[in-house]
């Protein structure tokens, strides 16, 4: 952990929830800068905060009476760009599929632990930085979207065959891009192009084995 604290907001109707971050948040080394029972409200509070006291994260619930956290991230980042972490009661996947379009990096299953935060909000904040590399590539914002399924999917792809953690994974993709002078999506979209004949000829082969 940096000596400066990273500044985090959590929005959740669900008090003792809400409670519960504020308490925890803090114990885990960061500073919570705002708190609220709905998305609405954390934006009037964000608002009037002065650039240096806006969060570097996010962390709200999925469902809230006036707007739900993936409109909430929607709103936050037409001002200012920022992680967003969902909290859900259940796993859903109409909200994994709208995540993936927006500026989401993870989400948790309720009841949460300290434990699942440690885990959780440094892999956020690693994903959006590597959705801000993207981003100075793209022309567009709705290009990086594109281009953070394509280039996580990569991601996966060297995960499960080099066994590696994401960091690496992405570190490798970016040194390759370098070293050819090229755009990181481009190594991204080869890597998935490849996989696939390689899913291909994995299947051949078994059929051959069981022929």
Not at 29 to 50: C, F, T
Not at 67 to 91: C, F, T, W, Y
Not at 111 to 120: G, M, Q
Not at 156 to 176: Q, T, V
Request: aromatic share 4%.
């Amino acid at each position: 952990m940096s000596e400066q604290r990273l500044r985090i907001a959590v929005a959740d109707d669900d008090r003792d929830i809400r409670e519960y971050l504020v308490e925890a948040l803090p114990r885990l080394g960061y500073e919570v800068v705002a708190s609220a029972a709905s998305g609405q409200d954390l934006l009037e509070q964000l608002r009037h905060k002065p650039p240096a006291a806006r969060p570097d994260l996010v962390v709200t619930d999925i469902r809230m009476p006036d707007m739900d956290g993936i409109d909430l991230a929607k709103e936050l980042n037409r001002e200012r760009q920022v992680p967003v972490v969902l909290l859900s009661a259940h796993h859903d996947n109409e909200l994994v599929r709208r995540a993936a379009d927006d500026h989401i990096m993870a989400y948790l299953i309720k009841p949460i632990s300290e434990a699942d935060l440690k885990t959780t909000l440094p892999v956020a904040q690693q994903r959006f930085r590597h959705f801000q590399a993207l981003a100075e590539e793209a022309a567009t914002l709705r290009q990086a979207l594109e281009d953070r399924k394509l280039i996580e999917k990569a991601k996966g792809i060297l995960m499960r065959r080099l066994r590696i953690d994401e960091e690496d994974a992405f570190r490798r993709l970016r040194m390759l891009a370098s070293s050819q002078n090229r755009k990181l999506v481009e190594v991204g979209r080869e890597v998935a192009a490849a996989d696939e004949v390689f899913r291909q000829l994995e299947t051949v082969a078994a059929r051959q084995g069981n022929a």
